[in-house]
C-alpha cells in the first residue's frame, strides 16, 4: 500500500479514506449488537399513542 495518494493537490494518503469503510461497518455492527440485545432484555420497544403505521 505504499505510495498510494489521492492524486490531489494534498496528495493525502488514499488509507485514510478506505479505513472508512470497515470502520463504519465495524460501528453498524456494534450498533445493530446493542440494539438487538436491549430488545431481549426489555421487549420491543412500544409507539407513542397516535404514531406509528395507520390501519
Not at 28 to 55: D, F, K, N, S
Amino acid at each position: 500500500m505504499r505510495g498510494r495518494t489521492t492524486g490531489s493537490m494534498l496528495d493525502i494518503s488514499i488509507v485514510w479514506s478506505e479505513m472508512a469503510v470497515p470502520v463504519g461497518c465495524t460501528v453498524l455492527c456494534l450498533q445493530a449488537l446493542v440494539e438487538a440485545a436491549r430488545t431481549l432484555i426489555t421487549g420491543p420497544r412500544t409507539q407513542p399513542h397516535g404514531g406509528g403505521v395507520m390501519p
